[in-house]
């Protein structure tokens, strides 16, 4: 099975972190490539930047259908493009909050997301909410550090992570853990042996070796997103972006 | 005050009827323009084409503070980069589901929206679900013509509406009715006075009409989207589409 | 356009102050009036005392809607007699508390409401159940001042608002407040200015405002409740209060 | 124990079958009574009959605590007056809409009421939101019969009962059916038996009889509703309907 | 009347509390016996124990409707066997948390429930979601105190009870409270009265009072556990636990 | 990875069948073993028989876990002990209800359970409230066929599935199909291209499919049940069934 990761950004130097954050969860027989947008953001953190990169995300997913992969993995907790794509192509494609979150509420009844910022809090409660588990967000909790000590010290970082991640547990009620930033991906187990040392038996869910996993699932169930769901459009004279435009039928 | 009607395809060639439709529910001191998209698709009619335009509708939104409008509609139920531009913009910015489903929930206790096609209902169901009105949607009724028909026989086309907003009201238990095409567009009026003649005394609410008051209230009140909802992201190197990529800081 | 403010007490001692703040978001052509109660309580301040009024409002509505008003706002947070004038007039009839709500959940995820004691608060989350947004309302924050303060200190007042409107954001997680005391009326302004030097950026909405704001856009779209969720009754033999009763057909 | 039944209507005519639809009951040793309002309508068929009653029955149940009553009944479907009331007085009220909805959410998973005519059905859906089981309530029938057939044709009424009940059951799903209607009180082991001998296995709840034992278990275990959820207003000088007003201190 | 307590456990020690806990609220006519489980555990503590001793509460419903009884209680918050019984037995079948999270909810807006250790959280919570009432639960809160200290010293007891009521009210806002612990039953006026000195004027429903009211309702009306919502199984070769097993007509 | 699924009746002739429909979506170094209990009921279709059966699958899921399996499988869609046995091992457990359930609502905005009798619909309907997917719930269509003609005449049962699928997408709205009869096992692909020849596009989720790959992501990403969630009871003396009993300490 081939999994291709499509990392939102422009940013290449972090590729073959996040290959291997999803390939680390992956089967024997999987293989796990990525591919970075050539044209966007470096990062995406915003909804102006889910709305920037979004076509490309597409167009990304396109492509990876016709060079035959079976299943799409958009690496970004705010998902951009990720439903938009499941118009598109028939192969599988999914993000890693909807992965975590759906895994988080099949373990445990209230799970909290860490989050880099706390202006991201606003996003993740909107995508608990799109995917009806709103109910079941008991809290975003931001690290509270800036970005480059996030990648200068992971230690710390570790650090941050465990002691927000008790508090959600202590003070907001989580039962289950999801640490939403890319600086922690494939720290779950660490997290969660850290938070068991204080006597904190919670759960940790790594978001991105849950996307691999739900996309082997549905590859090897024959499962892609229901088209009554995500239906095709009918065809229509298209333009991509960057083509010139042209009046045509009325749309509703 | 100066609203801006952003049409969010590159179908110049309705631009007025839709400027006169925004512009039919203004205070006398209101002036409504348009503008249509430079690169885009001819109109908007799944998830995919809402991500293609949204970058347009952004950059469009963003001209249109410069130049100093009051407020800013995106002229399509399906709302491609309404939030988006929230985030950019200090003006406000709104759709026509968001202030039409408002204002139906307002009057009634639960409502039908009128589509063109039955691949919309999915969309006007996220749509709903989001701002938190999913259980007042009763039915998303489409009106079963195809395009042309819908623009070369408005009588046709004024018939089936009446005719699915009937079964809506009858069947599904609605007591306020959205036109959602933009072919339907001013006909709120029409509609009710048919029903009321089959004795269906309903509300029926023209979403264009309903954009148009909720930015001037907006605007009269002083009243943006909270920027606690709509943070703006930290200042950061950012490339707009076109840009050539380059590795940056690690986002979340 | 004239709109009917209705005091639906009878103290007529802040009737100019009141008419005023609706007054104030009004277009230059709608012109508003404020009719005070012939008998009833001088406050409203409980359920109790939404009982008492809620006849007289009745009666209000009905005569403002002969004397040829185009609107009636019902100037009380706990919004007596709302929905049943909406059975007897054909003009829209709204209160602050669901204009206010309704805006707030247009323009951020979360509101809180400043109220003047904390008794207010199990009123308050009623109304907001039954516009279908509790979810939305984060908490209801009482002012803890005495009445004779609020109206000789509006200093003090104003300062005590602000504070807990910031306690609203930081600890409630609120995006949006809704000032809901009499006395605060048009003070919207000044507390998001005072939060904004406070480094909070959340949007303040004026109840009377939102009100005002909300009928001109029913007048202009020809909206009115639904008279299927507002049905008129069938016709009978009425008896007004006073009148002698006798038996009569049996209700359900 | 003295039961206290409020007939919110002026018309004596059927005060003793009421009183002996909920003194059907009633335990031995508890004696029920029944007033009319001396003044109001004839009957409550609307929510603008609700505010015009409201205020009688809060008086009377004033009176009831005044004469020594340990609960009190309001007998209508649309309970005029109940929560007002329990603010005033410290014996529990309760209406029957609220005591057979929640004793139907207790032993089934969907209820439906049956009403006498259409126009009843969004004031039953607003109690029953009101009262958290909206998602319970399946759907509510009208009889579709005239009041005088309801009143003349006992066997008639039953039938259209039944016919109603058993659509309830097999088309809208309901698993316990609420007969709403004063002409069909006492009669849920009819209704239960006749659908019983079309193998329709279900339970049929008297709201007369559900109000009765609901106020018997409140009186029983001295519990009455939470005055954090019905808090006294703070004491002022009250005018009651009917006395001249005068300004006073400034309320919320 | 006669009514069966089945105590799930195995412990008969407690069975004449347990009896006078029950009888306490009962009419003057009402019988109330008490019977254990000959297999069992000891206590009732978990998911596993409500498993575990499910099967035995069956068997006892079983003989307990054999000897006549008109109703059955079972005596324990975690509520083991409860939706079992009811498809086996014709008489009515309840549970301490059901019969007081539902009168709760008729007297308050949000209950809090008073536990023995923080590990019933989790169950408490899923108790309150299964009876559509999650929303009302304003928290659980363990009363923080040993097994041997709950029995031995009963002042204590009451001491922690009253203050973490004290606490679920101020800063939970909880309006009622449940004693969920059986070494609290009948103690809930005391709890009351202690609050009331402390200015906290709430409601305290003691579980096993609620639950012998439930089921004199529901026996005086002659309403069970709707048939649709709990079908009795078609008829077939059962196996008691026990017996030995053979291959059988396959089930779904 | 060891998988072993427990048949949780005592019907020992379909645990080949059984195992195959597990085994079928296991990865090539993942073994699927089957055991069934000794003692229980020859199939589970009740709440009687899922109590009955409950003690016998946490010993059967205690003694896989003793033998080293690496996860558990309970192969019923009424998923009898499956939460009581999260308490007592460390290994996943999970049910093809709550598997396939999650899964549809990645995939899918609503999803229709089939079902072999219509007594299962309130089964399924409180499984669904449970995992907190009430909402996408859009129907549980009974195949409406005996048992031995499921059996006996396969191309019968699948013609009525496809029909009942059909019917839940048209009439009911269901994006995705869960065909949740053990006689439907492994069907999901043909149902799924039945209903493609009739035009409609759904998902088809098969559920022990669904159980195998969840269990898989589970092991894989070292994600058991969350001890908050389940925690585990204090250590007691305890008693198995068939123990004679004694009383102990008190439970709450």
Not at 60 to 71: F, I, P, Y
Not at 137 to 159: H, I, K, N, Y
Not at 190 to 210: C, G, K, N, S, Y
Request: contains cysteine.
């Amino acid at each position: 099975m081939r999994i291709q990761v499509i990392n939102p950004t422009t940013t290449t130097s972090w590729e073959e972190a996040s290959r291997l954050a999803y390939a680390a969860a992956a089967s024997s027989t999987t293989e796990v490539s990525i591919r970075s947008l050539p044209h966007g953001t470096p990062s995406v953190e915003s909804r102006r930047d889910v709305a920037v990169v979004a076509p490309g995300v597409i167009q990304a997913a396109r492509e990876a259908e016709s060079d035959g992969v079976d299943a799409i993995a958009v690496d970004c907790m705010l998902e951009p493009g990720v439903h938009s794509a499941r118009e598109i192509v028939d192969v599988p494609v999914i993000g890693p909050a909807q992965a975590a979150m759906h895994l988080a509420a099949t373990v445990g009844h209230g799970f909290s997301v860490l989050a880099m910022a706390d202006n991201r809090r606003p996003l993740i409660e909107e995508l608990a909410h799109r995917y009806g588990l709103r109910g079941r967000l008991r809290s975003v909790r931001p690290l509270g550090m800036g970005v480059l000590q996030l990648d200068d010290d992971p230690e710390a970082t570790l650090a941050a992570a465990v002691a927000r991640a008790a508090e959600a547990v202590l003070q907001d009620g989580a039962d289950v853990i999801i640490p939403g930033c890319t600086g922690l991906a494939g720290k779950a187990p660490l997290i969660q042996a850290a938070l068991r040392e204080r006597d904190i038996e919670v759960t940790v869910i790594d978001p991105p070796a849950a996307v691999t996993r739900a996309l082997e699932t549905m590859v090897s169930l024959g499962v892609a997103p229901s088209r009554r769901s995500y239906p095709r459009r009918a065809p229509k004279p298209v333009r991509e972006p960057g083509e010139l435009s042209a009046s045509a039928g009325r749309p509703a």
